[in-house]
């Protein structure tokens, strides 16, 4: 169903609930880290009335990890969860886990390579032959690869050091790797940190370029089944809670602090204010909105198995809610 009708009938619903007088759902949302940045949309969304109007409790809790909220998402533990949408696709492949994602949030993927301006170093060819440094199961640094070869360079000069990921930015300002792996949303972070010692960090934004999804909205197979109406008003909730924060950030971000408490709102508005573009800015986006473009899954897909050394035959669209 395409989103404007989708929009149409959960209105209709919606008002309809409201002369049956129905109980608001409660429902548990788990993000796939920290909250921060543009996570803020979903508290803003509670503050604001998208969720409220849909009839819906909102509790948002942070995540361990895309993998592990797919688990827990797919186990029951969750009813929504955000993800990146390679994450949700290899959940299914390898795992047999029976979710779906049914929106997209980040329509081109914040992952990047972080490199020190003085380096020279401004596209992918440009790290032939360098030190890379990654944490620990990066997806970015499994996705490289494909972005060397696509840019026609050679990842087999590269000399890629795992470590610890919250050693990435001190080994990058200190000039004992050339590049970490990073994310377009989190790299003026490390650019703070760099401008204290004088110095300043350029991101290559290789994900973004291969044209991928990135963080999606899914749930499990379960939930489209046993409550389809509640599937569809989040989804309609979650459209007016990324546009509302994208026309406030800083009162988004406000709301999100009012709950967690202790955050540095000018930091977050600043991050929030970077990811944008991932939601709002991208060709996916410019192509067909909060529609699923179906090239840019057939992409994922396949960037997602070729990272993995996997091969399958699953239909693209078949990891995402369409009707």
């Known amino acids: 169903m395409k989103l404007k009708s989708l929009l149409l009938t959960t ?100 992952i990047s390579v972080g490199v020190l301006e003085s380096s020279g170093i401004k ?70 940190a760099a401008k204290k010692v004088g110095k300043s960090v350029d991101t290559i934004k290789f994900a973004a370029d291969l044209g991928v999804y990135s963080n999606s909205v899914f749930t499990s197979d379960k939930k489209i089944a046993d409550n389809p109406d509640l599937v569809k008003r989040f989804m309609a909730a979650s459209v007016c809670a990324f546009e509302k924060a994208r026309d406030d950030i800083p009162a988004a971000v406000a709301a999100m602090n009012k709950v967690l408490g202790g955050m540095d709102e000018a930091l977050h508005t600043t991050i929030a204010e970077a990811a944008i573009p991932l939601v709002f800015g991208s060709e996916n986006f410019a192509a067909t909105g909060f529609d699923w473009n179906e090239s840019a899954v057939a992409k994922t897909l396949d960037v997602a198995v070729r990272a993995q050394g996997l091969e399958t035959d699953a239909e693209p669209m078949s990891f995402i809610l369409t009707d």
């Open 11 to 110: 209105a209709l619903i919606s008002a309809s609930l409201t002369f049956g007088a129905r109980a608001a759902d409660n429902v548990t949302l788990i993000l796939d880290w920290t909250p921060g940045g543009f996570a803020a949309n979903w508290y803003y969304g509670v503050e604001n009335g998208c969720f409220p109007d849909q009839d819906i409790n909102l509790t948002v809790e942070r995540g361990y990890g895309g993998a592990d909220t797919v688990t827990k998402i797919a186990a029951g533990v969750g009813d929504f969860g955000t993800a990146d949408l390679s994450s949700i696709m290899l959940g299914k492949l390898t795992s047999d886990a029976a979710v779906t994602a049914i929106l997209p949030m980040y329509t081109a993927s914040p």
């Open 123 to 192: 596209e992918i060819a440009d790290l032939e032959g360098k030190t890379i440094a990654a944490a620990p199961g990066d997806s970015g640094i499994k996705i490289l690869p494909i972005a060397f070869e696509e840019a026609g360079a050679d990842f087999s000069t590269v000399k890629v050091e795992t470590v610890d990921f919250t050693t990435l930015t001190g080994l990058l300002i200190q000039e004992k790797v050339d590049a970490i792996t990073t994310y377009s949303t989190s790299a003026m972070i490390i650019d703070e």
